[in-house]
């Protein structure tokens, strides 16, 4: 298990001498690439902190022979990463993972896989070690015909699992992007029939890039809304994308719709993360170009209906995109990733920073 002074033996704390009862100070490392040895594009980071106290990322990765594939990493004790392990093999591409760890331990690994150029279906397996899986587990979340299901988000409470996804051809009247759901009961093997997640999607806009998480007593849904302009929220010109969310306590009904920013457009708000601090608080995490340059920002969860008080913009964290932050074992002290580079030669980098 990694412990706050192992962590700092390795990670350049300090002591100023000035409190002995105090841990010491922590010195934010320097950025530094996790994606070693991949020449071409590696995107999408999820970052946990294992119940071992261990650091957790993965990412696609389209090294190699095939379309793309998930690599996952893990470092016990703060500062040596292991070599990272290829979880998927198929020649179809596999994008976007998303990590949970569920209450008995297990790993959950959820992504979506191409089998065609925007047609694909939403994967997940299961693993009780971060660095071992096998692909003979997969099982497929979603696997109905001429779909393209992706970019999701799992969470679970209890032994329930749900998985939230975007899909923009399910629906034959609505053609813009919309936020779906499945889930598996308590001791089940199979995925509900997906459904759109109710009261939760714009008629007249596109929904995207969901974040999911069980926030204590409830399941709290964040995503982006944009206007039509472009297909995604980060393409260029910039759409009016802002942040949303919504809360249910089952997964089965929904709160009403809430808006959290309100800049006017153009205004690009997007990848939102939302991620528990040591001290039991709830924060969203997303890029903005709410100042101009597009930055990190974050906002207090209880602070959603008050926007902008209590916002503050990470400047712990480089420019990229799809930052992703998780508590360490370590108090103050918090693990960092996100993507960076030209296209076509991305990497994953990350650094530990005070927060």
């Not at 299901?149 to 032994?159: K, L």
């Not at 932050?325 to 960076?340: D, F, H, K, S």
Request: charged share 15%; net charge negative.
């Amino acid at each position: 298990m990694v412990t706050g002074l192992a962590l700092c033996a390795l990670l350049a704390c300090s002591d100023d001498g000035t409190d002995p009862g105090e841990p010491p100070a922590f010195a934010p490392t320097s950025p530094a690439l996790l994606s070693t040895g991949s020449p071409t594009k590696d995107e999408d980071p999820s970052v946990i902190r294992a119940r071992d106290g261990s650091m957790v990322v993965a990412w696609f990765s389209d090294r190699g022979a095939n379309a793309g594939d998930i690599y996952i990493t893990r470092t016990t004790n703060g500062a040596d990463w292991a070599p990272a392990v290829r979880v998927t093999t198929s020649v179809d591409g596999d994008f976007y993972p998303q990590l949970f760890q569920d209450d008995a331990g297990t790993f959950h690994l959820v992504w979506f896989r191409w089998y065609a150029f925007e047609r694909g279906h939403i994967m997940h397996n299961t693993s009780t070690s971060a660095l071992t899986w096998n692909t003979a587990d997969e099982d497929t979340v979603t696997a109905d015909a001429d779909v393209d299901d992706w970019v999701p988000s799992v969470t679970g409470a209890g032994d329930s699992l749900l998985v939230f996804f975007v899909s923009n051809v399910r629906d034959a009247v609505n053609a813009t992007n919309e936020v779906y759901m499945t889930s598996r009961p308590p001791g089940g093997t199979s995925w509900s029939a997906p459904v759109k997640v109710p009261g939760v999607n714009s008629a007249t806009e596109h929904d995207h890039l969901p974040f999911a998480a069980w926030t204590g007593s409830e399941f709290t849904l964040a995503w982006v809304r944009h206007d039509t302009s472009q297909p995604s929220p980060w393409l260029n010109p910039p759409p009016n994308s802002q942040l949303y969310f919504a809360t249910s306590p089952t997964g089965a009904l929904w709160s009403a719709v809430a808006r959290i920013t309100n800049e006017a457009a153009p205004i690009v708000n997007v990848f939102p993360q939302l991620y528990r601090r040591q001290d039991g608080a709830w924060r969203i995490l997303w890029l903005s170009t709410r100042a101009g340059a597009a930055a990190v920002f974050e906002l207090p969860f209880a602070n959603t209906g008050v926007y902008p008080t209590g916002i503050v913009k990470n400047t712990s964290l480089q420019p990229g995109y799809s930052h992703r932050i998780a508590p360490t074992p370590t108090p103050g002290v918090y693990l960092g990733a996100w993507v960076q580079g030209p296209e076509g030669a991305q990497e994953i980098y990350y650094r530990y920073f005070a927060n």
